[in-house]
């Protein structure tokens, strides 16, 4: 495969530096925030404070709905950096910036050098990519792992490469199942392969990708195995139970939560994928001829990203985050027809009005939260959000609008251009000034630091209905009584803590969880945060004929 020329090349990497740009402004400006991103942290923080890697814990139990892979890359981040705030988004920057580069690079191997830049810039101004970028969930690692794998994969499979390729393929896939389980998914890249005409390499290298898969998967289960020959305790054998079959098998067959309709992620590609969703109409079709043809090089992006489409969609739970890692190859489908599509009417006025409907929609959020609307007064009474922090969430959104504005003037005229501002100010906006005003109430920041208010040094910190964000901001040592443990034994044991030393102990508990019989004056509220109301209980202010064990119901 020729090299690229020097100009293509000095736009890719311009187009990476944007992007670097884009995605790296506001870090170390706020807190990891719920779902996901104050639990993997805490768990990655209690590795490094106790120096076991190998088995998570979140506070006193077991983390077993993960593998600690992601959390590993966290670590590593924060003995990088030495500090959280800026460690913890890093994995996921690095991994937006190489997926961009494997995209581009697949596109120009299958489609020539034209069509690298055009499948990078698709990638990089779709809202949901920008969104797993500037956030430490585990997806946007998983996708630069999967992407990865099918990049060598389908180089291997087209004649590009040999054994090195289906090994690098298999390998990628397996580090990426002990990352997140779905990892495995690009081997099914060998069943549209099946219908592919003038594929050089079909199936050669079976036993090779095999063998890569084995060998990135040993990355994690290898050291698990080794700790296994030492003996198997109830905890652990609990801990193999829970990660091997409740949150593989069982989470994608029977799901306990997360509950969508079959069609599900068909609204999420046309919101989340914006704005390249808005030319699906016209990109099908020219697709499904190409295909019917039996050309390999659209047949093996989009029939493994139907797969993926299929796989999620049988499945009754669903999050928009699974369908993700069929991006990637999307936009490696898409690249070699964009140039032609965007001179076709219909398509250009479709993206010149995307930022103006993101500036309509961020000027009408904007004048809600300045006025006093039903907004405004939802997010005081569940997010616990100030009024200086919603005239700042206000102006915020008004300069996103005017720059938006901007941006559909520009692209009346450059098309590209246009998007490329849009896309880099809403994510520049979002991280310097959206996110720090939303940070004291989500990350439950102010929370922690309201009860310091309340406490003296020398008192003691016990957590009951507590949630990883709390734990991860307690300012002084916080003991926990379990976290998946039915919620009447951790009561008790709460209880019981607090009366053994009342002078000196206090417990932070989640509302729902206070006795009627509590008195008020025993009870000191700290507001809401994340939906959620918390109190803080003195021990000698707990009255001795109420309990705490009546609260037995899970949050």
């Not at 698709?122 to 630069?144: E, N, P, S, Y």
Request: hydrophobic share 50%; glycine share 8%.
């Amino acid at each position: 495969m020729p090299r690229m020329k020097s100009e293509s090349r000095r736009r890719l990497y311009a187009l990476l530096a944007l992007a670097l740009a884009s995605f790296s402004i506001g870090i170390g400006g706020r807190e990891p925030w719920p779902a996901d991103e104050p639990r993997f942290v805490l768990v990655a923080r209690q590795m490094v404070e106790s120096g076991e890697y190998l088995i998570p814990h979140r506070g006193s139990e077991i983390y077993a709905h993960k593998p600690p892979v992601f959390m590993w890359l966290l670590a590593a981040a924060y003995g990088l950096t030495g500090e959280w705030r800026i460690a913890f988004l890093l994995p996921s920057l690095i991994a937006a910036l190489f997926t961009l580069w494997l995209t581009a690079d697949l596109a120009r191997r299958l489609h020539g050098e034209r069509a690298a830049l055009p499948a990078a810039l698709a990638l990089f101004i779709t809202l949901q990519f920008g969104l797993q970028a500037k956030r430490a969930q585990i997806d946007m690692v998983l996708v630069a792992l999967t992407t990865l794998s099918l990049w060598a994969l389908v180089r291997a499979l087209m004649g590009q490469g040999g054994r090195p390729q289906a090994w690098l393929g298999g390998f990628a896939a397996g580090l990426g199942t002990v990352t997140k389980g779905v990892g495995f998914l690009p081997l099914l890249v060998y069943l549209p392969a099946r219908f592919a005409k003038r594929l050089p390499a079909r199936g050669h290298h079976g036993f090779v990708v095999f063998a890569g898969f084995l060998f990135g998967s040993f990355v994690w289960l290898g050291p698990l195995a080794l700790r296994l020959l030492s003996g198997i305790d109830p905890e652990m054998e609990q801990y193999l139970r829970e990660i091997f079959l409740r949150q593989t098998a069982e989470r994608y067959f029977d799901p306990w939560h997360h509950h969508q309709p079959p069609w599900y992620y068909l609204q999420v590609i046309a919101t989340l994928w914006l704005p390249g969703a808005l030319l699906l109409p016209w990109l099908i079709p020219a697709w499904w001829r190409r295909i019917r043809r039996g050309d390999p090089r659209y047949i093996l992006p989009l029939g493994w990203a139907a797969l993926v489409l299929v796989f999620f969609s049988l499945s009754p739970g669903k999050r928009e985050v699974y369908i993700f890692p069929a991006l990637p190859a999307v936009a490696v489908a898409a690249a070699p027809l964009l140039t032609a599509l965007l001179r076709r009417p219909w398509p250009r006025r479709l993206l010149v009005a995307y930022p103006l409907a993101l500036a309509l929609l961020a000027a009408m959020i904007a004048w809600l939260l300045a006025g006093d609307s039903r907004l405004a007064s939802r997010l005081t009474a569940e997010r616990g959000l100030s009024a200086e922090d919603m005239q700042t969430l206000a102006r915020g959104l008004l300069l996103l609008a005017l720059v938006l504005l901007a941006a559909f003037y520009i692209a009346w005229r450059k098309l590209v251009s246009g998007l490329l501002l849009a896309t880099t100010a809403l994510w520049a906006i979002e991280g310097r000034v959206l996110a720090p005003a939303l940070d004291r109430s989500s990350s439950a920041r102010g929370l922690m630091e309201e009860l310091e208010q309340h406490l003296a040094p020398e008192r003691a910190l016990a957590l009951l209905g507590w949630r990883e964000q709390h734990l991860l901001q307690a300012r002084r040592p916080a003991l926990t009584f379990g976290f998946e443990r039915p919620l009447l034994e951790q009561a008790k044991d709460a209880e019981r803590w607090l009366r053994a030393d009342p002078t000196h102990r206090a417990l932070f508990i989640a509302e729902e969880l206070l006795p009627e019989c509590m008195p008020k004056e025993a009870i000191i509220h700290l507001g809401p945060a994340n939906r959620r109301g918390y109190a803080l209980i003195l021990g000698e202010r707990m009255p001795e004929d109420c309990a705490l064990g009546g609260a037995g119901h899970r949050l």
